[in-house]
Structure formats: C-alpha cells, structure tokens
C-alpha cells in the first residue's frame, strides 16, 4: 500500500510564474490536507479537502492560492504568480476520517522562488 | 482561534540525558498528537493521546495527556543520536476535525 504522494519533490519558479503542488493520498483516503512549512517553523494549516469539496480553507491565502482534489486524479495546490515569500516546504496528508486518527504525511514539495 | 505552543524551542541534549518538551493549547482538546520530523524529512505519526490523565509509552518515549485535556508532555529517556529531530504536537479542539500544530522542539544530541 503505497503511502501519501507528493510530486515534484523539489520545484523552482521565478517570481510571477504559477506552481502546482500534486498529492496523491494513501489508497482509502478520502480526506486531504495542505500544510506550509517555513524554515524552522511548524506546520501550517492551509485547507482540508473531501472529494471534490473544499471543506476548510480558513488557513489559505486569499489570492493566489487554490486547491481542487477532484473526483478522478490528485489533489492540486495551485500558487499563482509566486513571490519570493512562497519559498517553504508544503506538505499534503491525508487521513481515512476527518480529525481522529493519525494524519499520513507526504514528503512534501520544496518550492524555492528566485 | 485555538493556539498550540510548545517549549522549549531547542533542546541541546547530551547522549544519554533525559529531556522533556511540553505542549500547551488556549483551549481543550478532543485529542493530542505528536509527530516527529527528521531533518529534511517529513512528520511521521507517533501517537494519539484522547483520553484525560492518559499515558503512553514508546520504549523510551512516554507520552502524557494533562487532567485538564489543555496540555501534554513527550519525555525521553536515555537520549540516543537517533532522537534527532523536531518533536510536534497538534491537538484538535472540542467538536473540530482541524489539527493545530505547535512549532515543534528541535532536538540535537551531543555524543
């Protein structure tokens, strides 16, 4: 059973290109999550997805940022028109229930802006 | 909105010493988790904590859940090289689904 996906490991855009972060959940899973982690920071929630449902994006930016986990094919974070403060690590997990249980963890995607 | 604090935010520890981190929330919890990163890594669940007063142990990791469902602790024994990492809690409040992280403790260890 394959664990949480992520791709691309690592992405580098220039200021004003867009970024789209990809996960692909652990087999069963219908619920997913985006964190963003800054260097030496925690993690941040971002939003929380069902099946085509967004249910939580209090944590997401208001422009710019969207995120979509349709009903075929992964969940995407799209960043549009990135700027250097974008620069962080994003991870996605997902869990078979919302809020109990642990969450599974990607190995997140390093976007670097120059 | 709920808070998660953590402390210490760096704990510098000699091979074989004990240490504990704490984790604090501004509101009661349903549950507790604490998960652990390596550097250049991703978290990986440890536990779940749910019950009040309740304690768990990992081998030399010991896990508790205050009275109060508002606070928790990690304490590990004889610190190995492997311990390397930062330690995160994450509490979900009463009646939410969306996990709270705390800023985590890094852990270093002299050998």
């Known amino acids: 059973n394959a664990g949480v996906m992520q791709n691309p490991r690592h992405l580098v855009r220039r200021r004003g290109q867009e970024a789209r972060l990809r996960c692909s959940p652990m087999?069963?899973?219908?619920?997913v999550y985006w964190y963003r982690q800054l260097p030496e920071e925690g993690l941040k929630f971002m939003v929380y997805?069902?099946?085509?449902?967004?249910?939580?994006e209090s944590g997401m930016p208001k422009e710019r940022f969207s995120a979509e986990f349709p009903k075929e094919g992964p969940s995407i974070l799209r960043i549009q028109q990135v700027v250097r403060g974008d620069s962080a690590a994003y991870f996605c997990?997902?869990?078979?229930?919302?809020?109990?249980?642990?969450?599974?963890f990607g190995p997140g995607t390093r976007l670097t802006v120059t | 909105g709920q808070q998660v604090m953590q402390i210490p935010q760096y704990q510098h520890v000699q091979e074989g010493e004990d240490f504990t981190t704490y984790c604090n929330s501004s509101?009661?919890?349903?549950?507790i988790q604490w998960y652990k990163q390596r550097p250049g890594g991703h978290p990986v669940f440890l536990i779940q904590l749910v019950k009040s007063g309740e304690v768990k142990k990992q081998k030399r990791l010991t896990f508790q859940f205050g009275e109060a469902k508002k606070n928790s602790s990690l304490h590990i024994t004889a610190t190995q090289t492997t311990d390397v990492g930062t330690y995160f809690c994450?509490?979900?409040?009463?009646?939410?689904?969306?996990?709270?992280f705390g800023a985590g403790t890094t852990v270093t260890v002299r050998a």
């Open positions: 087999k069963g899973h219908s619920h």
């Open positions: 509101t009661t919890l349903s549950n």
């Open positions: 994450a509490g979900s409040p009463l009646n939410d689904y969306k996990l709270s």
């Open positions: 997990a997902s869990s078979p229930f919302p809020g109990e249980g642990e969450q599974y």
């Open positions: 997805l069902q099946k085509e449902n967004i249910i939580d």
